[in-house]
């Protein structure tokens, strides 16, 4: 892997770019979870025609595509090279964010090449966790992990209900958390604020350990910017609702991240990983299974 790294941090960027086309060209013709992707732009867009999504969906193969030797790379390049193609939009609030004292809570999404975040934050001194769960033995998660290590980010592989006595540690310790808002959760443990007009089960825990522990929240994204750059934004601190009822003040919270998301996904929405399975768990009283498309009148979040 460190053999593939340095030699795609040799090319030229635009090179770099077009294997990475070609990756996504390659699983768009396979229809790798193409399905799925249609079905997820169908429930999110339903005032787009098919043929808008089809292209949104064709975009989307081609951008993650892209992200998969941009991935492999950055752990690659020389400091220089790092410092050239991160362009930092409200760093000023992650300091403000920092300066409190407290531990820093970094919110982010599956939106652009969210894996380089943590290597924008490393080059500034900046010392990343990322939880995850345990996964199956694979020559790809291998990689995975190596390439965020060699990043700088420390991969804190937790248990199941050991996630915020983890999370704590890694605060006190003085690291920056980088927490995942967009991915489905079982129900057990779900709250369900609206993505796009559609109750998404999403984790608490980030609105948890900021109440538990007073760290600040930032939300961040990375916008590549077509030339080998990548944007990093922040937006925050996000304040936490203090009005005494804890779930409600949670589920605000967590319904500000996701519709901080959804305006950029809407601005970007070839951006964003549409194959995976955001809204596949549903809450009590509906059916399992992939929700219905909202109608742009009873969406809960109206018609934007």
Partial sequence: MRLLGFLLARLPPRVVAALGAALGWLAWTSR???RVVLENLRLAFPEKTEAERRDI?????????????DFFRVPSLRREELEGIFVHEGWERFEEARARG???????????????????????????????????KSGAND????????????????T???????????????????????????RRRAIFPTFFGVPAATAATPALLAMRTGAAVVFTVSVPLGDGRHKVVIEGPVAVPDTGDRDADALAFMQDLNDRLERWIRRYPDRWYW????????????GAGHPAPASPLTRADGAR
Avoid: C
């Fill in 143 to 158: 990689l995975w992990r190596k390439a965020r290590l060699r990043a700088g980010v420390e991969d804190l592989v937790v």
């Fill in 32 to 34: 790798i979870r193409r």
């Fill in 160 to 186: 199941k209900g050991s996630t915020l006595s983890a999370a704590i540690r890694s605060l006190k310790a003085g690291r920056v958390l980088g927490y995942v808002i967009d991915q489905n959760q079982p």
């Fill in 57 to 69: 969906a064709r975009r989307t193969y081609r951008n993650f595509g892209q992200m998969i030797p």
């Fill in 102 to 136: 407290k531990g820093v809570i970094a919110a982010t999404a599956h939106f652009g090449n969210f894996e380089v975040l943590a290597a924008a934050h490393t080059l500034r001194g900046v010392p990343i966790t990322m939880i995850s769960r345990e996964m199956g």
């Fill in 275 to 286: 194959l995976h399975r955001r809204w596949k768990t549903r809450p009590d009283g509906e």
